[in-house]
């Protein structure tokens, strides 16, 4: 079953000014429990690192302090 997903899989690689949601995981800005927003956004992509990793920035042009992957 692994080999037949992996074949299938396809990788997305965002570029400059392409506009992305970030999880809510990860900061738990807005604790809202079960029924509370799983994503937040949407942010800009303004720098493809790469291997993953981005530079983003909010709709109100303030740069997030670190990489995202």
């Known amino acids: ?3 037949y997903y992996n074949s299938r899989v396809r990788g997305v690689a965002f570029q400059p000014r392409d506009f ?4 809510n995981d ?3 800005t807005a ?5 509370g927003p799983k994503w937040e956004g949407p942010y800009e992509v303004t ?3 790469g ?8 709709m109100d042009e ?3 302090p670190r990489t995202w992957n």
């Open 26 to 28: 990860a900061s738990h």
């Open 47 to 49: 720098d493809a690192l």
């Open 31 to 35: 604790a809202g429990g079960k029924l």
């Open 51 to 58: 291997n993953g990793a981005y530079k983003l920035r909010s």
């Open 62 to 64: 303030t740069m997030l």
């Open 20 to 23: 992305v949601y970030r999880s």
């Open 1 to 3: 079953m692994t080999k």
